[in-house]
Each structure stands twice: as structure tokens, then as C-alpha cells.
């Protein structure tokens, strides 16, 4: 049961009895901070309903007893009186929760209560006073706000229990500020109070002072600053700082700075509320002006849009409104300024009719002819001044190399100075184009230009030309060649192109072609030998204009498409070189006869060497000393049978010598072919080189005899020589071989002699 004595003793507490459990009965216990004592101090006994029928032992654990804050309470374990043994602050602690032991003694030992949780809380005392959250509080507001716009909200704290009269906190303004703001006591909000009292240009900020209160405002207070700064609002309108502004510019200026205005804002400087904006609202009717603001924002700029006429006007009155760039706060009344404009007369250059002139003749107009006339007008019309006209090539400089116009200098008529070329190198999509300028007689000369492009017709000046110089071909199935045809005239001068070869070589060859091709095909019509061709083509275009062109055919050791050119023809002439010289080394010393022969071999040596373009390579000889023999160096002067001291190397590089006096150096090479093909008739390659010989024009008519390595009888052939020297040997005069040496005499006698010799 509850010691009713011990309700006295707690004073204010309020104690209420509560059946927790069934054996314990436990009251609600609540305790006052701040409490001056003494200590300890009776709180409460607590009591088993055991307690009737033994001894118990009281025990209490928890926050405040065996934990921290240790000892802040404690119970006798024989009575259950609880004591608390220090003032409590309920801001540090609101509340405690203790657990209660109880268990027997003595003979009731095992005996154990159920233990039971008991509350104490402690009683909140007004001993803290609010404090504001910030000091200073800021805040703003324009100068044009409206009544009770809220500014700012003030707040304070209070530790005391907010559920008691201890921590509701309550707002005042403590200092004066006529009226101007006014503040919620229960949410701290400040606004404005009247409007049309705040002016930032008289006041930009104002101090408030406000004490926060509990206890509805009566109890425990402190005290704070609030600042409000009064922004600007645009409530005061620009003003031009005179009513009339005058300016001048020079005519066809455009971009030209007319005049500039000023004016003055009592609004804040360099925001929006005080930077101008300028409007022409009379007088820019054709958009010739335009004005804008200055960087410092308090001056505008008139400037022209566009060149101005000083023929036309000479003299313009603009009206000017300046307002802000955000509107005005309040109606207010806008300033107006007048600017009077006067326009300066300047010497313009010459104006063409057209800036460009376009005209068309044929490309071989006669030249002293006129073509055109091309003149400009002076806009001037307040001076008088002659115009005078003249050709600009200099700033042309691939025209001014043709210099094919000239121009009267006070008609402005053009005239062909040249004869003109529409293929010419720098002519552009076939046309020609010239600068022309006029300028005035002025002090001070003005200039104007004009563009002239001359387009030029084609007229059929040019034949078709052959564009390759030297091809290749395969020796065994060769293919044709394409060559490719060009013409620099137009398309109607142009293709079709016909293509033909000289009578001469059209034994030997064809020419394939397609009329709308500019490509034709050569195809050999036989069998050709290793070596160079020459031909020459005729080449026509559609309107029968031609050119001949001559191109080098070279024959190559190789077959079909595979064109690749080596030095077997040049070894193989190199061989027969050295066998030719070992056969005139071995006959030397036999009978006239064979002298004869070796005569006749040595000259077809040369004209073979003269073919094949090469020399020989001595090199290869293996010279031993019984080749020497009776050998004469033709090539010295002197000599005769007597002189056996002779290198046959000596004898074989003068064939060389020989060569170069033969024929020119720059003819191509021709190969005659010396053997059969196995089962081949010998008719076939004697007409074969009877062809060759026919297209070789550059050795005629150093080409008096052939040799071909075949010994037989009753050839039906004619003579092979194009001097036809076997026939009528009577006319010719052999005694001029008596001065050639002994060897020369026996052939002089041969055939300086009559019929029965």
C-alpha cells in the first residue's frame, strides 16, 4: 500500500494510485526542476502487497540509478522510499524511467516480486527566455510595394516546454519607425504598413528593432535588429538634358555617327530602372537612321543605316522619345528631343548602267571592229564634270596578257584591239572578262567600275591533234594501241573525228574507230618486226579541218596484253655484230672474190648496227692472237697491205663511228628478220622485209643493200634495193676506187672493166 506520509512530504507533487500489476501498486510520480532542496529528497515509497506476509528488499535499475546519471535517485531497500539526490532540469531530461526490484529475505529468500516500471517526469519552470534564430535579420523591399507585402519573418527559440505558457513566444517592434512597417506577434512577419511612404532616393534602408516574449509576451524576452533595404523601382522617367540637338554627315556613309544625346535618371544607376531607350518617332520614316543606347546606359547614338543621297536630300529633322528598358512603376511623363540632320556634299564616283555588262561575238571578230558600248553617268548633278573612260586590265592580270580591247576614253565605245582566242588559257566557260572605269575630272577624282564579259562563240580554228607521242606493242599477238584525239574547239567544231592513215602505211596498219569516240584503236595488219615504226595520222574533225600528227610505234619482245619492252633485239644484233666481224677477219687474206663479200658483209653490218641503236659490248670477246689477220682501219688515213699491226677491237668500235654518219641520230630502229620459222616459206619473210624496208624513211638512201642469211636458187623475187643497183652497173663510175688502197683496186678492176672483162 502507499505511505500517505509521504504525500506530504513531495510537496506540490501530484500522486495518483495505479494497480500496475497485481502485486505492486504504483503511482504516477512528477517532480519540479530547478528544486533548491535539501537533499536528498523523499520522492515516493514504493510497496509489494507481498510486504503484508514477509520481508522484502527494494532494488531499483535504470537511467538515474545504476546508469548514468548514477545515483541521481535512490530507494531504501527495507522502507521502498525512493529520494532523488539532485536539482533535475527538465531542458536536459524530460523524464525518467526507473525499473523496481523487489525480493524476500530470510526464510522467504527464493521469493522474487515481478519488477514494474515507474515514470517520474519532470515539471517544466519558466527559466529559459527566447532567442532569435539570426541577428541581424535582412530583408527588402521595393519602394513601390503594395500594403502588407510581407518583408521578412523573425524568429525565436525557447527551451521551455512549447506546451506551456513557458515557450510560446509573442513579436513586437520596440522601435519607432513612423508607421512605416508593422509585425504578426504570433508569427514574427513583417510588411509593409503604407504605401507610397517608402522613397530609396530619400531613404535606402531602414533598422527595426523586435523583442520576442513567452509567456505570451509577458514573460522572459530578448531583442534583435532587423535591416530592410528599399530597392529601387523605375519611378522616375529620363530626361534629355537639352530639348534641340543638331548633326552632320557626308553623303553615302553608311554606319556614320550623326549625333549623340544625353540624359539624366534619378533612379538607381546602371540597372534597368535607369538605362535609356531611344526611339526615332518622326522624321525615319525610310529607315535611313537607326539610333541605340550607349555602354554607360545614359546616352543614345544616331547613326546612318544607309548612305545618303545629298542630290536627293540634303537635310532631315528627327523626333526622339527616351523611355527605360523596363516600364515605369507609376504613370509618368516621357522627354522628347528634336535632332536636325544636314547631309555634306561629296564627289561620287561614275555609276555604269549596269554593273555588269554581258555581250557575245564570235572569237574571230575583226579586229578594229566595235562591239560595244559601255558608259556610266556622273550622280553629281549639283557639279559639272566630264567622264572620262578607260580600260582597268591592271587589276586583271591574266586578260591584261591578251590586251585584246581598247575604249574610246570619251565615248566609253570598245573596240577589238587583237584578235582573240576563245581556247586561250585563262578564257573561262568562254568568257572574257574585262574591268572598265570611269572617273571625273574632279580636284579631288572620283572612280567608278564596270564588269564587261565578252562571250566569245567558237569558230572552228583549231584541228583535232593526236594527244600520244610513243606507244608500245607486243611482238607476238599484239593488241591494238588506243590514241586518244583532241580538238580545243566547242562541240560543234569538234567530234565526230575521222581518222586516217598515209597510203604508205596502210599495208602495214589499220585504224579501228567509232564516230561518237574520241578514241581510235591502232592494229598492225601482219606480222611485225622488233623495233620502232614511225606513222603519220590524219585527223579530221566534224567540220573537215585536219592535222596531220606522227606518232612512234614501238614493237617490244613480249605478247598480247602484257606490253613490256627488253634488250633482247639489241643482244641479238650485238651476236650477229661479232659474228660479222670474225667472218671479215677469217677473209681477209683469201682471194678478191672473197674480199668482195667481205666488203658486201661489213656494209650490211653497219646498216644492222644502225638498226638495233646499240653498241656492241667488246666485252664479251675472248680476243686471242691468232684472230689477228690482215685487218684495215679504214677509218685512218694511210695503209696499205704492209700494215698488219691492227686490233681487230679497233676495226669493230669504228663500226660505230661509221653508223653515226650513216643516218641521222634520232631515226627509229627497224629489224629485219634473218631466219625462217621452222616449216615457214622463205617468200614470206623476204616480203616481210621487203615491208619493212619500205616504212623505213629515215635511212634513204643510205640503204642500198640487204642481207639475208639465205643461200638459194630461183628466188622469183626482185631486187630488194630501193637504189636498184643491179641494174644498168654500166652507168656507174668505179675508177674512184683505185685511190682506196691495193685491196680496192681488184674490185675498181671488177667492175670499172668492159662487157668481155
Same mark, same amino acid.
Given at each position: 500500500?502507499?505511505?500517505?506520509?509521504?504525500?506530504?512530504?513531495?510537496?506540490?507533487?501530484?500522486?495518483?494510485?495505479?494497480?500496475?500489476?497485481?502485486?505492486?501498486?504504483?503511482?504516477?510520480?512528477?517532480?519540479?526542476?530547478?528544486?533548491?532542496?535539501?537533499?536528498?529528497?523523499?520522492?515516493?515509497?514504493?510497496?509489494?502487497?507481498?510486504?503484508?506476509?514477509?520481508?522484502?528488499?527494494?532494488?531499483?535499475?535504470?537511467?538515474?540509478?545504476?546508469?548514468?546519471?548514477?545515483?541521481?535517485?535512490?530507494?531504501?531497500?527495507?522502507?521502498?522510499?525512493?529520494?532523488?539526490?539532485?536539482?533535475?532540469?527538465?531542458?536536459?531530461?524530460?523524464?525518467?524511467?526507473?525499473?523496481?526490484?523487489?525480493?524476500?529475505?530470510?526464510?522467504?529468500?527464493?521469493?522474487?516480486?515481478?519488477?514494474?516500471?515507474?515514470?517520474?517526469?519532470?515539471?517544466?519552470?519558466?527559466?529559459?527566455?527566447?532567442?532569435?534564430?539570426?541577428?541581424?535579420?535582412?530583408?527588402?523591399?521595393?519602394?513601390?510595394?503594395?500594403?502588407?507585402?510581407?518583408?521578412?519573418?523573425?524568429?525565436?527559440?525557447?527551451?521551455?516546454?512549447?506546451?506551456?505558457?513557458?515557450?510560446?513566444?509573442?513579436?513586437?517592434?520596440?522601435?519607432?519607425?513612423?508607421?512605416?512597417?508593422?509585425?504578426?506577434?504570433?508569427?514574427?512577419?513583417?510588411?509593409?504598413?503604407?504605401?507610397?511612404?517608402?522613397?530609396?532616393?530619400?531613404?535606402?534602408?531602414?533598422?527595426?528593432?523586435?523583442?520576442?516574449?513567452?509567456?505570451?509576451?509577458?514573460?522572459?524576452?530578448?531583442?534583435?535588429?532587423?535591416?530592410?533595404?528599399?530597392?529601387?523601382?523605375?519611378?522616375?522617367?529620363?530626361?534629355?538634358?537639352?530639348?534641340?540637338?543638331?548633326?552632320?554627315?557626308?553623303?553615302?556613309?553608311?554606319?556614320?555617327?550623326?549625333?549623340?544625346?544625353?540624359?539624366?535618371?534619378?533612379?538607381?544607376?546602371?540597372?534597368?530602372?535607369?538605362?535609356?531607350?531611344?526611339?526615332?518617332?518622326?522624321?525615319?520614316?525610310?529607315?535611313?537612321?537607326?539610333?541605340?543606347?550607349?555602354?554607360?546606359?545614359?546616352?543614345?547614338?544616331?547613326?546612318?543605316?544607309?548612305?545618303?543621297?545629298?542630290?536627293?536630300?540634303?537635310?532631315?529633322?528627327?523626333?526622339?522619345?527616351?523611355?527605360?528598358?523596363?516600364?515605369?512603376?507609376?504613370?509618368?511623363? +516621357?522627354? =522628347?528631343? !528634336?535632332?536636325? #540632320?544636314?547631309? *555634306? $556634299? &561629296? /564627289?561620287?564616283?561614275?555609276?555604269?548602267?549596269?554593273?555588269?555588262?554581258?555581250?557575245?561575238?564570235?572569237?574571230?571578230?575583226?579586229?578594229?571592229?566595235?562591239?560595244?558600248?559601255?558608259?556610266?553617268?556622273?550622280?553629281?548633278?549639283?557639279?559639272?564634270?566630264?567622264?572620262?573612260?578607260?580600260?582597268?586590265?591592271?587589276?586583271?592580270?591574266?586578260?591584261?596578257?591578251?590586251?585584246?580591247?581598247?575604249?574610246?576614253?570619251?565615248?566609253?565605245?570598245?573596240?577589238?584591239?587583237?584578235?582573240?582566242?576563245?581556247?586561250?588559257?585563262?578564257?573561262?566557260?568562254?568568257?572574257?572578262?574585262?574591268?572598265?572605269?570611269?572617273?571625273?575630272?574632279?580636284?579631288?577624282?572620283? +572612280?567608278? =567600275?564596270? !564588269?564587261?564579259? #565578252?562571250?566569245? *562563240? $567558237? &569558230? /572552228?580554228?583549231?584541228?583535232?591533234?593526236?594527244?600520244?607521242?610513243?606507244?608500245?606493242?607486243?611482238?607476238?599477238?599484239?593488241?591494238?594501241?588506243?590514241?586518244?584525239?583532241?580538238?580545243?574547239?566547242?562541240?560543234?567544231?569538234?567530234?565526230?573525228?575521222?581518222?586516217?592513215?598515209?597510203?604508205?602505211?596502210?599495208?602495214?596498219?589499220?585504224?579501228?574507230?567509232?564516230?561518237?569516240?574520241?578514241?581510235?584503236?591502232?592494229?598492225?595488219?601482219?606480222?611485225?618486226?622488233?623495233?620502232?615504226?614511225?606513222?603519220?595520222?590524219?585527223?579530221?574533225?566534224?567540220?573537215?579541218?585536219?592535222?596531220?600528227?606522227?606518232?612512234?610505234?614501238?614493237?617490244?619482245?613480249?605478247?598480247?596484253?602484257?606490253? !613490256?619492252?627488253?634488250?633482247?633485239?639489241?643482244?641479238?644484233?650485238?651476236?650477229?655484230?661479232?659474228?660479222?666481224?670474225?667472218?671479215?677477219?677469217?677473209?681477209?687474206?683469201?682471194?678478191?672474190?672473197?674480199?668482195?663479200?667481205?666488203?658486201?658483209?661489213?656494209?650490211?653490218?653497219?646498216?644492222?648496227?644502225?638498226?638495233?641503236?646499240?653498241?656492241?659490248?667488246?666485252?664479251?670477246?675472248?680476243?686471242?692472237?691468232?684472230?689477228?689477220?690482215?685487218?684495215?682501219?679504214?677509218?685512218?688515213?694511210?695503209?696499205?697491205?704492209?700494215?698488219?699491226?691492227?686490233?681487230?677491237?679497233?676495226?669493230?668500235?669504228?663500226?660505230?663511228?661509221?653508223?653515226?654518219?650513216?643516218?641521222?641520230?634520232?631515226?627509229?630502229?627497224?629489224?629485219?628478220?634473218?631466219?625462217?620459222?621452222?616449216?615457214?616459206?622463205?617468200?614470206?619473210?623476204?616480203?616481210?622485209?621487203?615491208?619493212?624496208?619500205?616504212?623505213?624513211?629515215?635511212?634513204?638512201?643510205?640503204?642500198?643493200?640487204?642481207?639475208?642469211?639465205?643461200?638459194?636458187?630461183?628466188?622469183?623475187?626482185?631486187?630488194?634495193?630501193?637504189?636498184?643497183?643491179?641494174?644498168?652497173?654500166?652507168?656507174?663510175?668505179?675508177?674512184?676506187?683505185?685511190?682506196?688502197?691495193?685491196?680496192?683496186?681488184?674490185?675498181?678492176?671488177?667492175?670499172?672493166?668492159?662487157?668481155?672483162?
Amino acid at each position: 500500500m502507499f505511505d500517505e506520509r509521504n504525500s506530504s512530504a513531495l510537496g506540490q507533487n501530484h500522486i495518483c494510485m495505479i494497480r500496475r500489476k497485481r502485486d505492486w501498486l504504483i503511482p504516477h510520480v512528477s517532480v519540479p526542476e530547478n528544486d533548491k532542496g535539501p537533499f536528498p529528497k523523499e520522492v515516493v515509497k514504493m510497496k509489494s502487497t507481498a510486504a503484508g506476509s514477509m520481508r522484502l528488499i527494494y532494488n531499483i535499475t535504470g537511467a538515474g540509478a545504476d546508469q548514468p546519471p548514477k545515483g541521481l535517485f535512490t530507494v531504501d531497500k527495507y522502507t521502498g522510499m525512493l529520494k532523488v539526490t539532485k536539482s533535475l532540469d527538465r531542458e536536459e531530461t524530460e523524464e525518467y524511467i526507473l525499473t523496481i526490484h523487489a525480493s524476500g529475505i530470510g526464510w522467504n529468500d527464493s521469493f522474487k516480486e515481478t519488477p514494474v516500471k515507474l515514470t517520474i517526469k519532470v515539471i517544466d519552470q519558466n527559466d529559459n527566455k527566447p532567442l532569435c534564430t539570426q541577428d541581424p535579420f535582412m530583408g527588402e523591399i521595393p519602394e513601390r510595394a503594395k500594403e502588407n507585402e510581407p518583408i521578412i519573418q523573425v524568429t525565436a527559440k525557447d527551451i521551455d516546454d512549447p506546451e506551456t505558457a513557458n515557450g510560446i513566444v509573442h513579436y513586437k517592434l520596440v522601435r519607432p519607425n513612423g508607421g512605416v512597417f508593422h509585425i504578426d506577434p504570433v508569427s514574427g512577419v513583417i510588411s509593409l504598413a503604407t504605401v507610397g511612404i517608402l522613397d530609396r532616393e530619400n531613404q535606402t534602408v531602414y533598422e527595426l528593432a523586435v523583442e520576442a516574449a513567452d509567456m505570451y509576451g509577458h514573460g522572459l524576452s530578448s531583442t534583435c535588429m532587423v535591416i530592410i533595404k528599399i530597392t529601387d523601382s523605375n519611378d522616375h522617367a529620363p530626361r534629355f538634358s537639352q530639348r534641340k540637338y543638331a548633326g552632320t554627315v557626308q553623303e553615302n556613309k553608311a554606319g556614320a555617327i550623326v549625333a549623340r544625346l544625353d540624359v539624366t535618371d534619378r533612379d538607381e544607376p546602371f540597372t534597368a530602372n535607369s538605362v535609356a531607350k531611344f526611339i526615332i518617332i518622326q522624321g525615319n520614316e525610310k529607315g535611313l537612321f537607326n539610333i541605340s543606347t550607349a555602354p554607360s546606359g545614359m546616352e543614345g547614338i544616331i547613326m546612318t543605316s544607309k548612305g545618303l543621297d545629298f542630290e536627293q536630300t540634303n537635310s532631315f529633322v528627327l523626333l526622339v522619345v527616351v523611355k527605360n528598358e523596363v516600364p515605369f512603376a507609376i504613370p509618368l511623363v +516621357t522627354s =522628347t528631343a !528634336t535632332v536636325s #540632320i544636314t547631309v *555634306q $556634299d &561629296v /564627289n561620287e564616283p561614275p555609276v555604269f548602267e549596269t554593273a555588269e555588262k554581258q555581250i557575245v561575238i564570235p572569237e574571230d571578230h575583226k579586229v578594229g571592229s566595235t562591239i560595244s558600248k559601255y558608259t556610266a553617268n556622273d550622280p553629281d548633278t549639283a557639279r559639272e564634270q566630264k567622264i572620262r573612260f578607260y580600260m582597268g586590265t591592271h587589276t586583271y592580270k591574266l586578260e591584261q596578257r591578251a590586251n585584246w580591247l581598247e575604249i574610246t576614253e570619251d565615248t566609253g565605245i570598245i573596240k577589238v584591239r587583237s584578235s582573240m582566242d576563245r581556247e586561250a588559257s585563262f578564257i573561262i566557260n568562254e568568257q572574257y572578262t574585262v574591268l572598265v572605269l570611269a572617273y571625273d575630272n574632279d580636284d579631288d577624282p572620283a +572612280t567608278g =567600275t564596270g !564588269t564587261l564579259v #565578252i562571250k566569245l *562563240q $567558237d &569558230v /572552228n580554228d583549231n584541228a583535232p591533234v593526236l594527244e600520244e607521242r610513243r606507244v608500245t606493242m607486243c611482238l607476238t599477238e599484239p593488241k591494238p594501241v588506243r590514241l586518244t584525239i583532241t580538238d580545243l574547239d566547242g562541240p560543234g567544231n569538234g567530234p565526230p573525228f575521222i581518222v586516217e592513215l598515209n597510203t604508205e602505211y596502210q599495208r602495214n596498219w589499220t585504224i579501228i574507230s567509232n564516230s561518237s569516240s574520241s578514241v581510235v584503236l591502232l592494229k598492225p595488219l601482219r606480222p611485225l618486226a622488233l623495233g620502232e615504226y614511225s606513222l603519220v595520222l590524219r585527223m579530221y574533225d566534224s567540220k573537215s579541218l585536219f592535222q596531220d600528227s606522227s606518232i612512234i610505234v614501238e614493237v617490244c619482245n613480249c605478247k598480247g596484253d602484257d606490253v !613490256t619492252c627488253s634488250n633482247g633485239i639489241a643482244a641479238l644484233a650485238d651476236d650477229v655484230t661479232y659474228c660479222m666481224c670474225v667472218f671479215l677477219c677469217l677473209t681477209t687474206n683469201n682471194s678478191g672474190y672473197l674480199f668482195f663479200f667481205s666488203i658486201v658483209l661489213f656494209l650490211l653490218l653497219f646498216l644492222l648496227k644502225r638498226r638495233c641503236g646499240r653498241k656492241v659490248q667488246w666485252g664479251q670477246f675472248k680476243h686471242k692472237e691468232e684472230d689477228r689477220d690482215n685487218i684495215i682501219c679504214y677509218n685512218e688515213e694511210g695503209g696499205g697491205e704492209q700494215d698488219q699491226d691492227f686490233d681487230m677491237v679497233l676495226l669493230c668500235s669504228g663500226l660505230d663511228v661509221f653508223s653515226t654518219d650513216i643516218a641521222p641520230m634520232d631515226s627509229p630502229t627497224f629489224f629485219y628478220r634473218q631466219h625462217p620459222d621452222e616449216n615457214e616459206d622463205i617468200m614470206s619473210v623476204l616480203y616481210e622485209n621487203l615491208c619493212t624496208a619500205d616504212d623505213d624513211h629515215f635511212v634513204a638512201p643510205y640503204d642500198s643493200m640487204l642481207v639475208f642469211t639465205h643461200e638459194g636458187e630461183g628466188s622469183i623475187s626482185g631486187s630488194l634495193s630501193s637504189l636498184q643497183s643491179s641494174i644498168g652497173d654500166g652507168d656507174q663510175d668505179f675508177q674512184h676506187l683505185q685511190n682506196w688502197g691495193p685491196q680496192f683496186r681488184t674490185l675498181a678492176d671488177m667492175f670499172a672493166g668492159g662487157e668481155g672483162e
